[in-house]
């Protein structure tokens, strides 16, 4: 990995503050884009007759609002960095474009990173719920397909920016790298503790693989490293059950 030696400190221009207020309008504008989008399905001809709960978990319904959800987070972002501080957004939260070796180890090491997962989860299964609440979302092949849209090209951004990018250099300039990441890590299975029904062996696998995320952004000090990485781990991840469920048709 580029980057040996001591690495700077951490000095974000931005503080707890404006993580904090990120967090609220990613939360509320995902809440009220997906409100939006259920009551749009609902009043058309082809979902009257269907619940919000069930539109809410249909990826026809989800897929689209998080995607619109997602691009309103980023920017939301980018101008904070503009109007209160003046900043570069790729420049103030260390986008840094990998070189080709480094690439290479970020896709690399996302796809052994969720192979890895998947050992250790099925070596701990009989702990696992059968079925979570994210396993619920895949009702047929066109929602798997649309899903893996969202998992492989759009989440990764968006988390990579706010975990990595946003929340991390102000946790590691407040309590030094080692406790910055593991917390960096811990925030990050939290926010999927409710696809995973709180269940504490995919917790823990998460908690592992944001370790592993957010180490390689101390190192590199780079956040489109740790995209492509999170990029390659969920498209392992999907790509393991696309031939297990021999092209998205038997799922479940």
């Known amino acids: ?10 000095d974000p221009v ?28 609902h009043s058309s001809r082809y ?23 997602s691009l309103l987070i980023v920017v939301f972002m980018a ?12 420049t103030a939260i260390g ?3 990998p070189a080709l070796g480094l690439t290479v180890f970020a896709i690399a090491g996302g796809g052994g990173l969720a192979i890895l997962s998947e050992i250790i ?32 090209l759009v989440a990764p951004v968006v988390e990579e920016l ?18 910055g990441v593991l917390l960096t890590a811990a925030a990050f299975a939290v926010i999927h503790a409710g696809q995973l029904a709180q269940a504490w062996i995919p917790l823990m696998v998460i908690f592992g693989v944001g370790i592993a995320f957010t180490a390689v952004r101390a190192r590199t000090k780079s956040v489109a490293t740790t995209v492509l990485m999170h990029m390659s781990y969920n498209a392992t991840i999907f ?12 799922l479940g």
């Open 121 to 152: 989860s099925n070596l701990l299964q009989k702990w696992i719920p059968k079925s979570l609440p994210i396993d619920e979302l895949f009702h047929d092949a066109r929602s798997a397909y649309m899903l893996s849209f969202l998992g492989i």
């Open 47 to 69: 979902f009257r007759n269907t619940s919000a709960v069930k539109l809410a978990d249909n990826a026809l319904i989800l897929v689209p609002a998080q995607a619109v959800g």
């Open 14 to 41: 931005w503080g707890f503050s404006d993580v904090i207020l990120i967090a609220l309008f990613a939360f509320f504008s995902l809440v009220f884009i997906l409100g939006l989008a259920v009551i749009l399905a």
């Open 162 to 179: 706010f975990f990595r990018g946003f929340l991390y250099p102000v946790l590691a300039r407040a309590t030094g790298v080692t406790a």
């Open 239 to 250: 790509a393991l059950l696309f031939f297990s469920s021999q092209g998205f048709r038997h």
């Open 1 to 10: 990995m580029r980057g040996t030696g001591r690495q700077p400190p951490e």
């Open 95 to 97: 986008w840094n474009r």
């Open 79 to 90: 101008q904070i960095l503009r109007l209160k501080y003046k900043a570069n957004f790729a």
